[in-house]
C-alpha cells in the first residue's frame, strides 16, 4: 500500500533528509506554506512529521536553490549546499531548529 506524505506540489524539490530519531523529513522547495508565494530563485526548508500530520517552514528564502541537506545527528546541525544565480554553490548550516544559520566554511 502506498502511503502519501504530502499531497501538494513542491517546486525545485531536489533534497531530502530524515531525522530518524526525531521522526522528521526536512526537505527544499521553492514554495512557501503560502501557496501563492513561488521563487525560483530562493528556496526554502520545510520539516514534516514522517506520518504528514505537520510541515513546517525551518528555513525561508534561502538564497539560491538547496541541492542537497545532511544531519549532523551528534551536533543537532542541519547542513544545506545551494546554487546561486551566478552559478556559484556555498555550503550553510544552522541548527536543527531553523536557528543560528551561518556560512559552513
Given at each position: 500500500?502506498?502511503?502519501?506524505?504530502?499531497?501538494?506540489?513542491?517546486?525545485?524539490?531536489?533534497?531530502?533528509?530524515?531525522?530518524?530519531?526525531?521522526k522528521i523529513i526536512y526537505f527544499s522547495t521553492s514554495l512557501s506554506q503560502n501557496v501563492d508565494e513561488v521563487n525560483v530563485k530562493?528556496?526554502?526548508?520545510?520539516i514534516s512529521s514522517l506520518n504528514g500530520a505537520y510541515i513546517?517552514?525551518?528555513?525561508?528564502?534561502?538564497p539560491g536553490v538547496i541541492k542537497g541537506i545532511v544531519l549532523g545527528q551528534l551536533s543537532?546541525?542541519?547542513y544545506w549546499n545551494d546554487e546561486g544565480e551566478d552559478g556559484k554553490e556555498s555550503l550553510k548550516m544552522a541548527d536543527m531548529?531553523?536557528?543560528k544559520i551561518e556560512d559552513a566554511i
Open positions: 500500500k502506498e502511503n502519501v506524505i504530502l499531497d501538494r506540489a513542491l517546486i525545485n524539490t531536489e533534497a531530502f533528509a530524515i531525522d530518524w530519531y526525531s530562493t528556496s526554502n526548508i520545510l513546517s517552514e525551518l528555513v525561508r528564502t534561502n543537532r546541525k542541519i531548529d531553523g536557528q
